[in-house]
Nanobody, 116 residues
């Protein structure tokens, strides 16, 4: 059974930093593309950052230069370092794993709130 478990969310002031982590189990982690998505109230879920099995990365324009995605295949984890956080970054952040056309998994989400 595949499980993706996020951690590290919370409340932070504007300009602050948070680091999210996603622990994966039940899959051959190294061959999966991994990503972080977010969904704010009343909005569609959107891609924040992604990292492929060969460590290529992709970021939403709104987070470029502020967020960094990384993976540790030895620990089956993917992380998202978020700096210079803005109120508009407030959302539930979801970990995502995909491989091929049919292997697609989501975590339960972790809340990130940026507010003074």
């Amino acid at each position: 059974q595949v499980q993706l478990v996020e951690s590290g969310g919370g409340l932070v002031q504007p300009g602050g930093s948070l680091s999210l982590s996603c622990a994966a189990s039940g899959l051959s982690f190294s061959i999966y593309g991994m990503g972080w998505y977010r969904q704010a109230p009343g909005k569609q879920r959107e891609l924040v950052a992604a990292i492929t099995s060969d460590i290529s990365t992709n970021y939403a324009d709104s987070v470029k230069g502020r967020f960094t995605i990384s993976r540790d295949n030895a620990k089956n984890t993917v992380s998202l370092q978020m700096n210079s956080l803005k109120p508009e970054d407030t959302a539930v952040y979801y970990c995502h794993a995909h491989f091929g056309q049919f292997r697609d998994y989501w975590g339960q989400g972790t809340q990130v709130t940026v507010s003074s």
